[in-house]
């Protein structure tokens, strides 16, 4: 197992801004992805993020002298995470499904957290709703198929952290943790888990996620 605690008090706060037309609701407190780099690589490292999003893994990789590289479906998104980056470069506009034609280097470590989904919905936001890829089943294979691509740019013996909370909607509980631990596993190790216990959060949102932690074994 990694040395990580099990239970992680970290601050709810969203440090960075996001582009005007969009919204952070998605984004995950810098303090996830700040933690994780600290802890889990060194200056100089290459840590990639396959789902982007606002930037918020990239910015915090520079910040601790580290290398990003970031995937991110959606145009404005990427422009803007990119556009704030000194590795701009470093930063595709892709479909995550495609990492292994990118012709990305090695990677020393990946932070991320993907899209969510309820089980009981139809629209797969790995997909952007497209409705031949509809459905939870759908979504958690096309996690899986991502992950088994992250893996061919991971190096041997790197670890791959996902940000990760259950989710309820109504009466509907979806276990997202509990699948994503499935889908990670199917390509890497699981070596550890902690509980990260939000301090400053909405009442009404939810008290705790959870980081998963797998290693490229090979
Ligand atoms: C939960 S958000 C990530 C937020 C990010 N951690 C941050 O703090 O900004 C998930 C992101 O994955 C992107 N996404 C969804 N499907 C994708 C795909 N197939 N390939 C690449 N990116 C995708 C979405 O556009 C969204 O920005």
Not at 94 to 118: Q, T
Not at 162 to 179: A, C, M, S, W, Y
Not at 187 to 205: A, C, H, L, Q, Y
């Amino acid at each position: 197992m990694i040395n990580l605690p099990s239970l992680i008090t970290l601050p709810f706060a969203h440090e960075n801004t996001v582009a005007a037309d969009d919204s952070a609701e998605d984004k995950y407190p810098e303090s996830i992805p700040r933690m994780l780099i600290q802890r889990l690589s060194k200056k100089g490292d290459k840590v990639f993020d396959p789902f982007l999003g606002h930037g918020t893994s990239a910015f915090e990789a520079e910040a601790l002298e580290r290398i990003p590289y970031g995937v991110e479906a959606d145009g404005g998104r990427y422009e803007w995470a990119a556009g704030q980056c000194e590795y701009w470069q470093n930063i595709f506009h892709a479909d995550a499904a495609d990492i292994p034609a990118l012709g990305l280097p090695k990677m020393d470590l990946c932070v991320s957290s993907p899209p969510f989904m309820a089980r009981h919905h139809k629209w797969n936001p790995l997909a952007g709703g497209d409705p031949d890829f509809s459905g939870y089943g759908t979504y958690l294979q096309m996690l899986s198929d991502i992950f088994a691509g992250v893996k061919t740019i991971m190096k041997r013996g790197s670890l791959v952290c996902v940000h990760v909370e259950n989710v309820q909607i109504g009466k509907v509980f979806t276990p997202l943790v509990r699948d994503f631990s499935f889908c990670l596993s199917e390509s890497f190790v699981p070596v550890g888990e902690s509980i990260i216990k939000w301090e400053g959060r909405d009442t009404n949102e939810p008290q705790h996620s959870h980081v998963l932690i797998f290693k490229n074994s090979q």
